[in-house]
């Protein structure tokens, strides 16, 4: 009798585990299924090229965007940028050959302010920071100071927000989108971010682009659909943060090699965003800064007659923007042996339109490296 009760407790013991694996190994066959119809984007390129305001597109055009309380927490963000932004330019006024002084010398107690008072680390943000910013912003010298802040480090995004004093000193300011797109912040670790186009998954991978972050990428690289690298083109004029001897473009046009060349990356075809094309046309039109003194490649370098230009463009801009490209695409033919391929794309990133229209366009040939990766294709 005992024994009968055993082996039926055995049995519906049995059953139990049996039930228990079979929807083990069926959440596993689904997991999997997930896995691979995931398309793994990972975005590389140099610090400060516009990888993380991709990341920020994506979120507004394929996520819900930024919650109210996301966006309330981006104000500090946006006020150490007006402070860093402020700070650096009216120390660069001493610092630079020839020195630049204030227009107003009745500015000096302001500027005094600025690099003695704003800069001490529990700074915060007392009404008079936002006076004696905006009346600096309007003189003359640091003005001049600005218009030379190639020859020292400061954000891209400083014009944008010492513009928009008024509206960030207000209590109750809230950032718009365009203002979460344009605020800087030092991304340090990875980031990913997941999000669904037309019911396919992607998940994005931010990674920070200074040279000390950069071992962590090699943690990303497995199973990787495809890699987005970013450059910045306007950069053709800057030094690194991290070492002002080297080049931000040149330094790009470095680093892209090495991931063209990897031989873990072999297989991985790159979609190279040229980015920060509003930049690089304003300086091409502004002619302080003249491409051929950085690159002396530049002065014989003409359109190839196949490239399609955009008449309303002007030719000067076309031309420093295929030189770019071609630059990239160099490195490309020089070492390639058919089994990646390189994608140009011309990019604004703080443009959420231009993300759109490049990113639709990118789907059809990650959806094929995606094929291709699964030897479905």
């Not at 000193?169 to 186009?197: A, H, N, W």
């Amino acid at each position: 009798m005992s024994m009968g009760c055993f082996s039926a407790k055995r049995d519906s013991d049995e059953q139990e585990k049996k039930k228990a694996n079979k929807k083990i190994e069926e959440q596993l066959r689904k997991d999997k299924q997930v896995y691979r119809a995931t398309h793994r984007l990972l975005l590389l390129g140099a610090g400060e090229s516009g990888k993380s305001t991709i990341v920020k597109q994506m979120r507004i055009l394929h996520v819900n965007g930024f919650s109210i309380d996301e966006k309330k927490q981006r104000v500090e963000d946006i006020k150490k940028n007006v402070r860093d932004a402020i700070i650096t330019i009216t120390g660069a006024m001493s610092t630079l050959t020839p020195p630049i002084p204030l227009a107003n010398p009745a500015n000096q107690f302001r500027l005094d302010y600025i690099q003695d008072v704003a800069s001490q680390p529990d700074f915060d943000y007392p009404p008079e920071f936002y006076e004696h910013t905006e009346i600096l912003w309007l003189d003359a010298g640091v003005q001049a100071c600005f218009e030379r802040s190639n020859e020292y480090q400061l954000i891209d995004c400083a014009k944008y927000f010492l513009d928009k004093v008024s509206e960030v000193k207000k209590t109750d300011y809230m950032p718009s989108e365009q203002d979460i797109l344009r605020c800087r912040v030092l991304t340090s670790g990875i980031f990913e971010t997941r999000f669904t186009v037309d019911k396919v998954n992607f998940h994005m991978f931010d990674v920070g682009g200074q040279r000390d972050e950069r071992r962590k990428w090699i943690q990303c690289f497995n199973d990787v659909t495809a890699i987005i690298f970013v450059t910045a083109c306007s950069g053709y004029n800057l030094t690194l943060r991290e070492d002002s001897s080297q080049n931000r473009l040149r330094e790009s046009l470095e680093l892209f090699k090495s991931i063209w060349t990897n031989r873990w990356l072999r297989t991985i075809s790159v979609i190279l965003f040229l980015n920060k094309q509003d930049l690089l046309a304003e300086k091409v039109l502004a002619g302080k800064s003249k491409i051929e003194d950085y690159f002396p490649e530049y002065l014989n370098y003409k359109v190839p007659a196949e490239t399609p230009t955009d008449p309303s463009e002007h030719a000067e801009v076309s031309r420093a923007k295929f030189f770019i490209r071609d630059e990239f695409l160099r490195i490309t033919t020089a070492s390639n042996d058919n089994r990646h391929y390189c994608y140009p794309h011309f990019t604004c990133a703080v443009d959420t339109e231009n993300i759109r229209r490049v990113f639709n366009d990118c789907r059809d040939i990650i959806q094929r490296m995606h094929l291709r990766q699964y030897e479905l294709l």
